[in-house]
């Protein structure tokens, strides 16, 4: 157990609906990043909080939006979903000072039919 | 946007045999990290290196941070079935915590029974 906690651990949802992803950080983690790993390929950053404002913004769609809530737990709400928004969705939590990387949640696996 | 190339894409190798991987950017990294994935897992962190020409062991792992702070290479001496997975480097531009981290393109590791 890493420590950061993601659920759903799965969700299946149709086309055109809107699913919300929740991450509960490290005890003590101020930052969470959102990150999206499809098929077989890298992580691509979505979004990054820090103690709940945004810190930092990469290639999240506008259909896409985050936020962190001030018990520090993040939601990652994805609508409009298209079958290309099928993938692994993970969360990552880091102290405040920290170089030694993030500790990453299990992910969740959406799949869009 | 920044990009980190890592190779091979994949090995497959026999039970025994050492490995040896490479990521290279076209930027300056102050920072690199090798992360393992599993299936259905999260990234964990293997190994972080903080300094050009800095060579740091974990066990059966080593991973350098090249002099030109350009790339980062990891070897895996006398590979078991439990290596297997996704490897993959992973840096921020900056030594400050809280960056959010841009990942390579991965190497998958096989082990052929």
């Known amino acids: 157990d890493s420590g950061v906690t993601q659920t759903p651990k799965h969700l299946i949802t149709a086309t055109g609906q809107r699913v919300t992803l929740r991450c509960s950080p490290r005890?003590?983690?101020?930052?969470v990043y959102w990150y999206q790993q499809s098929l077989d390929q890298g992580l691509q950053f979505l979004i990054q909080?820090?103690?709940?404002?945004?810190?930092a913004k990469g290639n999240i769609l506008e259909r896409f939006s985050a936020q962190q809530f001030p018990d520090l737990h993040s939601e990652l709400n994805l609508s409009s979903l298209e079958l290309g928004d099928s993938a692994l969705y993970f969360c990552?939590?880091?102290?405040?000072?920290?170089?030694?990387?993030?500790?990453f949640g299990s992910g969740t696996r959406l799949t869009v039919v | 946007g920044q990009q980190l190339n890592q190779s091979p894409q994949s090995m497959f190798i026999q039970e025994g045999e050492d490995v040896s991987m490479n990521c290279t950017s076209s930027?300056?990294?102050?920072?690199w990290l090798w992360y393992k994935q599993e299936p259905g897992e999260g990234p964990v962190l293997l190994i972080a290196?903080?300094?050009?020409?800095e060579l740091t062991s974990n066990g059966r792992l080593t991973a350098q941070f090249g002099i030109t702070r350009k790339d980062s290479f990891l070897n895996i001496s006398a590979s078991i079935p439990s290596d297997v997975g996704i490897y993959f480097c992973?840096?921020?531009?900056?030594?400050?915590?809280?960056?959010?981290?841009?990942f390579g393109t991965g190497t998958r590791l096989t082990i052929i029974p």
């Open positions: 990552a939590s880091s102290a405040s000072q920290s170089n030694y990387g993030y500790t």
């Open positions: 005890s003590g983690d101020l930052s």
């Open positions: 909080y820090y103690n709940g404002e945004e810190r």
């Open positions: 930027s300056i990294f102050n920072t």
């Open positions: 290196l903080y300094k050009a020409g």
């Open positions: 992973a840096g921020p531009r900056s030594n400050f915590g809280n960056e959010k981290l841009t």
